[in-house]
């Protein structure tokens, strides 16, 4: 069948990169609907910092994404759930992020939520609500998982009290589930920068439907490091470039950015790794926050 043919194409292609399915996509959507990008990494290009400029980092995602929805379909068999039709679907990768501090992935601080209940509201946006939280992904310790849960749950009560409708998606909902749901939702909202929500959300927003993100940043300090470290696997020199990587490590925020994207983006930083002992309690800080409940320790620092 055209679904079992799709999905074994999708298994191919994730298995051919070392990345999840979110940049695997990505980075296939990309390469079908966008010019050659030489001396740039093919994945990770749901980030603008692996772009020359805020420009061309829109110029790319208007290009490809008309495309989205039909080339998921007819490649691999991924089809926007209808169920999903009249939802508001928000997103949290919280698992290995923000835990493994990695420099492009950050938690939004909690005026980001606040921002996005305006947003909705402005944009019309359903009011009935479905918050995914991908807490196995990246193998997170029981602590971990249980900061996220507790992170989820306080997001769903900020809107509840805001008067949406708020559910959580059912527990052992597969990747394949988890993207269609989002194709099939009217908006999306990304609770932390995510590939897996990407595509869905930019698709979204090439038909004029909601798709809110927090700020997209790099941490500089850590991004330098990193491409150190890939530069040093290489054998390079310090001063040598890493083939097929471009990353910009100039700019924590590529100039122009919120301006040019085609979609809602948050205007204020997030989270810096850097300002964080424990993500742990920073997540059941944050939480306490948006539910209006007591901080959960003395200690708590937003």
């Known amino acids: ?78 089809f926007a759930d209808p169920s999903y039709r009249g939802v508001t679907a928000v997103h949290l990768r919280c698992s290995d992020v923000p835990f493994k501090r990695m420099p492009m992935y950050h938690l939004p601080t909690p005026s980001y939520w606040a921002w996005v209940r305006r947003e909705l509201h402005a944009a019309g946006a359903p009011r009935r609500v479905v918050v995914f939280n991908s807490t196995s ?37 597969s990747e394949y589930e988890t993207l269609e749901a989002l194709l099939g939702a009217s908006a999306v909202v990304a609770g932390m920068p995510s590939s897996f929500s990407f595509l869905p959300g930019v698709a979204k927003a090439a038909r004029g439907a909601p798709y809110l993100t927090p700020l997209f940043y790099a941490e500089l300090p850590l991004l330098r490091q990193w491409v150190d470290k890939k530069r040093r696997a290489a054998g390079l020199g310090p001063n040598e470039t890493v083939p097929n990587l471009g990353v910009d490590v100039r700019h924590e925020v ?41 901080p959960h320790a003395a200690s708590c620092v937003l």
């Open 1 to 78: 069948s055209h679904r079992a043919a799709g999905r074994a194409a999708l298994a191919k292609l994730v298995d051919g990169c070392w990345c999840g399915m979110g940049n695997a996509l990505v980075m296939d959507s990309s390469a079908h609907f966008a010019k050659p990008r030489p001396g740039k990494s093919p994945v990770g290009l749901w980030n603008p910092a692996y772009f020359d400029g805020a420009s061309d980092y829109a110029s790319h995602w208007a290009q490809v994404a008309p495309h989205l929805e039909e080339h998921l379909a007819s490649r691999y068999a991924l």
């Open 137 to 173: 992904w990246g193998g997170p310790k029981a602590e971990e998982s249980a900061a996220c849960e507790a992170y989820a749950a306080g997001v769903a009560a900020f809107l509840r009290a805001s008067g949406m409708d708020v559910s959580h998606a059912p527990e052992g909902m």
């Open 254 to 294: 590529q100039p122009g950015l919120v301006q040019r994207v085609p979609w809602s983006m948050y205007p204020k930083p997030p989270v810096l790794h850097a300002h964080v002992e424990s993500y742990v309690e920073r997540l059941h800080c944050i939480a306490a926050r948006l539910a209006a409940r007591p």
